[in-house]
């Protein structure tokens, strides 16, 4: 139960892109089709849960016991890109489909703050390595929802008649606006 | 403070040394071994990505040439032969040749040549359009003119004309990826050879329907009369479903079919303002008023024509 409103928490009340407003970049640029939206929210999940797993063994295994709690953001930012790219060479080898699948989009998370801010969110709110995970795998998802209701959205745009003004852009910024009006909807269904 | 300093710096300085060399140890042994050659004959090809090649892209066309290690039937629309020849002297292989093609509109109908009925207010996309009508001027077949093929033109390539409201393409941009054609809903573009010095004749009409609805619709649609299959020498044009096609790989240019043509329906293009006929189609820039003169008179011409060519056809039927 408790993993459940954990789950529901990350993905729909707190949502990493709509309601925290982390990983954006992503959120505008690879939003233009479902397709590869969904195919970058694979690659999120990916590698945030990887990512979790190892901060926070760092964090509680190396920066607590040697009380280097103000080098966490650098070292996480260090850790995560390394990680990205080692499992980016160990994809191409071990599985060439799944690098043809996610191979474009791991460069990408690499500099995501979503991901980042993730792993620092596990340890200010203190959990164990098992929520953390499960918070992470949710974020996740959330952010892949959100990319993909979004790209879904930009797809239907395509096709109607845009006003000159804010064709492209400005109209995408606009229903992302709407969209995470819509969430606030989700405000207060757990408490956490 | 001092230890604390000093720490945090032996603190990065052991981490950042671990994950490089983790990250180096790890690209060994991961080391995936791939033919060098596609990174060369990637860098050779232009890097548009437009996919005219039939592959994803130009690094999917690289790795398919060296897979499989010949050229057959893989070549690159917009690098044309010469970037051919240069992936051809990677591979050790002589590049198959391939005469270079251009994308043609078959539609001459738009705003000047067909007579308004409905005015269309809906979504403009070209796909959307056609299966909502038929068409402004009541033709199902030829161009609706929302510019569908110039959105997906990644070369600059296609314009649509105000005048005419029929897209144009820029013969130095246009590189045949064939991007229009497969997204035009009614066929009307269609890729043809170049042609020698670029000069080329084609049928501007894809309207199926019998002549006089075809010409109802439209002053300058084919009417399926067959003097242009009569009159062509090579056996280049056939006449199928009321609409005439050449067959741009029998057509020696001579333009007997387009001094035939009642309706004004086959362009001949680039070729040397010798008859007025010619330069009446296609140079429509260079003087409008002269050739809309030129225009009316032909057009009373050809319509009584017409009408001999139909009360012939209906005596014979």
Do not use: W
Not at chain 2, 30 to 51: T, W, Y
Not at chain 2, 176 to 194: F, G, N
Request: hydrophobic fraction near 45%; charge should be positive; glycine fraction near 10%.
């Amino acid at each position: 139960m408790e993993y459940l409103k954990l789950f529901v928490f990350a993905v729909f009340v707190s949502n990493v892109v709509l309601s925290q407003f982390l990983g954006i970049c992503p959120f505008l640029g690879v939003s233009t089709k479902v397709s590869t939206a969904s195919g970058m929210g694979m690659a999120v999940v990916f590698v945030m849960v990887i990512a979790t797993l190892v901060t926070f063994l760092i964090q509680h295994c190396i920066l607590d016991p040697l009380g280097l709690g103000f080098l966490q953001t650098i070292m996480f930012i260090l850790v995560i890109a390394a990680l990205v790219q080692m499992v980016e060479i160990i994809l191409k080898k071990i599985s060439p489909s799944l690098y043809q699948a996610l191979g474009v989009f791991l460069p990408l998370i690499t500099t995501n703050c979503a991901v980042l801010g993730v792993a620092i969110l596990v340890i200010q709110k203190d959990f164990n390595l098992l929520q953390g995970l499960v918070y992470s795998i949710s974020i996740a998802l959330g952010f892949t929802l959100a990319l993909v209701l979004f790209a879904g959205i930009r797809e239907h745009l395509e096709l109607v008649g845009v006003p000159k003004g804010v064709k492209g852009t400005p109209i995408a910024l606009i229903s992302a606006g709407i969209l995470a009006m819509a969430f606030m909807g989700f405000a207060g269904l757990v408490k956490i | 403070m001092g230890t604390i300093i000093i720490c945090a710096i032996v603190a990065m300085a052991v981490a950042g040394l671990v994950l490089s060399l983790v990250l180096y140890i790890v690209a060994q042994k991961f080391k995936v071994v791939e033919d060098p050659r596609i990174d060369q004959v990637a860098e050779v090809l232009p890097g548009a990505n437009c996919g005219g090649c039939g592959f994803a892209g130009c690094r999917a066309l690289a790795e398919a040439i060296v897979k499989a290690g010949d050229l057959e039937g893989k070549a690159c629309p917009v690098g044309g032969a010469a970037v051919m020849a240069k992936v051809g002297g990677i591979m050790g292989l002589a590049a198959e040749e391939s005469e270079p093609m251009i994308a043609v509109v078959r539609c001459n109908g738009g705003k000047c040549n067909t007579h308004k009925k409905v005015e269309y207010d809906g979504v403009l996309d070209c796909a959307s359009a056609n299966q909502n009508f038929s068409s402004e001027g009541g033709c199902s077949f030829g161009c609706l003119g929302l510019g569908t093929c110039v959105s997906v033109c990644k070369f600059d390539a296609l314009h649509i004309n105000p005048e005419t409201q029929l897209p144009e393409v820029d013969e130095d941009k246009c590189v045949a990826c064939r991007a229009c054609v497969k997204t035009c809903p009614r066929k009307v573009i269609e890729l043809r050879k170049k042609g020698k010095g670029n000069r080329r004749v084609f049928v501007s009409c894809i309207n199926k329907e019998k002549g006089a609805v075809a010409k109802k619709n439209c002053d300058v649609a084919c009417i399926g009369c067959g003097k242009c299959e009569k009159e062509c020498p090579f056996g280049a044009i056939t006449i199928e479903n009321n609409l005439s096609y050449i067959d741009f790989n029998k057509c020696k240019s001579c333009r007997k079919c387009v001094a035939v043509c009642p309706t004004g329906a086959i362009h001949a293009v680039n070729f040397p303002p010798a008859k007025p006929k010619v330069e009446k189609v296609m140079q429509e820039n260079t003087d409008v008023s002269a050739s809309i003169e030129n225009v009316e008179q032909k057009q009373t011409e050809k319509k009584k024509e017409m009408i001999a060519t139909e009360i012939q056809n209906t005596k014979s039927e």
